[in-house]
C-alpha cells in the first residue's frame, strides 16, 4: 500500500512512518520543518528514519519531501505524481497557546493546508484519508468522558476551532464526493523524540538541570495521557478500517466519514504525572505554583468504545512504564 504521511518529521508521524514500513507499507513523508520548535530535532528524526530503512530491509520503499501542504500547486503535483492509496495528515501547526499569538499560522497550515489534502484526494481517487484532530475541540464540555457524539462546538482556542473545521471540512468532502475519511481526536501524546513545547519534556530538562518548574493549578488538572506506541497502533488500525457511507432516514446520507477518540481512558492528574517525571529522573521538582493558563481546561477524558469495537484496540500504556521511557530517551540523547 502506498501511503503519504505529512508531518513525517513530526512526533507522531515520525513514530507512524517507522510503524508503516516496519510492516512493508510503501511511505512518502512530507513536512515543511518548521520553527516552531527546534528543527534539528525534526532533522533528527529524519536521520533516524533513513538509518531504520537501511537496517530492515533493502526493498523498503521511503522517500522524505520537503513541502509546505499550503502551496498547491505542489501539493497538486505531488498527489498526481505518487497516486497513494492512502493519506495520513498529520502535519498541522500544533499548541494551543501559541495559537493566541500567532493565529496566521494555523490558518495556512491547518486550513488551507487541510483544503489542499481534501483536494488532492478528490482528483486522485485516494481510498482513505486519515487525520488528526484533537482532544482540545471539546472546549467547554463539562460531560466526562469525552464521547464523539458531544457536540463540540465551544472551542476555546483558535487551535481547536481549526481542528473542528478540518472535521467539518472532512464530512463535506465525505458527503460530495464519497472519500473515505477517519479523524483522530488525540489525547495529550507523550513519549520518545516528544516535542519540546510539551510540559513533560520541559519539566524533565528543568528537573535534571535543577530549574523551577511552573505548576498551573496546583497540578489539580487531570489529562488523558497518552502513550506514543498507543497513538500510532490506533492509527495503523483505523488506516486498515476504512470507514463505510452511513445511512441517516430513508434518503439522505452523510458519507463514509468517522472519527475515534484515541486516549488513554484513564485521566490523572498533573502532580501524578510530575510525580512520574520525577522518580524516573531521581530528583525532586522545584516547582512554581500559578492559576490555570488562558485556553487550559480541567480535566480530559477519551471515551474510547467505538476505537474498541472497531479497530479491536485499546490504548492502555501506564504512565509511569511510558514516562520512564521517555526519561531514558532524553537522558540519552541530551
Known amino acids: 500500500m502506498k501511503v503519504?504521511?505529512?508531518?513525517?518529521?513530526?512526533?507522531?508521524?515520525?513514530?507512524?512512518?517507522?510503524?508503516?514500513?516496519?510492516?512493508?507499507?510503501?511511505?512518502?513523508?512530507?513536512?515543511?520543518?518548521?520553527?516552531?520548535?527546534?528543527?534539528?530535532?525534526?532533522?533528527?528524526?529524519?536521520?533516524?528514519?533513513?538509518?531504520?530503512?537501511?537496517?530492515?530491509?533493502?526493498?523498503?520503499?521511503?522517500?522524505f519531501i520537503k513541502m509546505d501542504l499550503a502551496d498547491r500547486a505542489a501539493m497538486e503535483l505531488l498527489f498526481s505524481e505518487y497516486q497513494f492509496d492512502v493519506v495520513v495528515n498529520l502535519a498541522a501547526q500544533a499548541g494551543v497557546r501559541y495559537s493566541i499569538d500567532n493565529p496566521n499560522a494555523y490558518v495556512d497550515s491547518n486550513l488551507v493546508g487541510f483544503v489542499n489534502v481534501l483536494e488532492g484526494c478528490r482528483h486522485n481517487k485516494v481510498k482513505h484519508l486519515v487525520y488528526a484532530s484533537s482532544s482540545s475541540v471539546y472546549g467547554m464540555n463539562t460531560k466526562i468522558p469525552f464521547?464523539?457524539?458531544?457536540?463540540?462546538?465551544?472551542?476555546?482556542?483558535?487551535?481547536?476551532?481549526?481542528?473542528?473545521?478540518?472535521?467539518?471540512?472532512?464530512?463535506?468532502?465525505?458527503?460530495?464526493?464519497?472519500?473515505?475519511?477517519?479523524?483522530?481526536?488525540?489525547?495529550?501524546?507523550?513519549?520518545?523524540?516528544?516535542?519540546?513545547?510539551?510540559?513533560?519534556?520541559?519539566?524533565?530538562?528543568?528537573?535534571?538541570?535543577g530549574e523551577e518548574i511552573n505548576v498551573f493549578n496546583h497540578g489539580e488538572m487531570q489529562r488523558d495521557f497518552t502513550y506514543i506506541s498507543d497513538i500510532v497502533e490506533g492509527v495503523v488500525r483505523v488506516v486498515d478500517h476504512v470507514p463505510?457511507?452511513?445511512?441517516?432516514?430513508?434518503?439522505?446520507?452523510?458519507?463514509?466519514?468517522?472519527?475515534?477518540?484515541?486516549?488513554?481512558?484513564?485521566?490523572?492528574?498533573?502532580?501524578?504525572?510530575?510525580?512520574?517525571?520525577?522518580?524516573?529522573?531521581g530528583m525532586r521538582a522545584k516547582e512554581n505554583h500559578l492559576p490555570m493558563q488562558a485556553g487550559d481546561v480541567p480535566i480530559t477524558y477519551a471515551d474510547v468504545d467505538d476505537l474498541i469495537a472497531d479497530t479491536g484496540f485499546k490504548p492502555g500504556t501506564e504512565v509511569e512504564d511510558g514516562i520512564s521511557k521517555f526519561v531514558e530517551w532524553y537522558q540519552e540523547g541530551y
Open 4 to 63: 503519504l504521511v505529512t508531518g513525517s518529521a513530526g512526533f507522531i508521524g515520525f513514530h507512524l512512518v517507522k510503524a508503516l514500513l516496519a510492516r512493508g507499507d510503501e511511505v512518502i513523508g512530507v513536512d515543511n520543518l518548521n520553527e516552531y520548535y527546534d528543527p534539528a530535532l525534526k532533522q533528527a528524526r529524519l536521520d533516524n528514519l533513513e538509518q531504520f530503512v537501511k537496517d530492515i530491509a533493502h526493498t523498503v520503499r521511503y522517500k
Open 147 to 209: 464521547s464523539t457524539s458531544d457536540r463540540v462546538d465551544q472551542p476555546i482556542s483558535l487551535y481547536a476551532a481549526t481542528k473542528k473545521s478540518n472535521e467539518l471540512m472532512a464530512h463535506t468532502y465525505s458527503h460530495l464526493y464519497k472519500i473515505p475519511t477517519t479523524g483522530l481526536r488525540f489525547f495529550t501524546v507523550y513519549g520518545p523524540w516528544g516535542r519540546p513545547d510539551m510540559a513533560y519534556f520541559s519539566f524533565t530538562e528543568k528537573i535534571i538541570k
Open 244 to 281: 463505510q457511507e452511513v445511512k441517516s432516514g430513508s434518503s439522505s446520507a452523510s458519507g463514509p466519514y468517522k472519527i475515534y477518540n484515541i486516549g488513554n481512558n484513564s485521566p490523572i492528574t498533573l502532580r501524578r504525572f510530575i510525580t512520574a517525571i520525577e522518580d524516573a529522573c
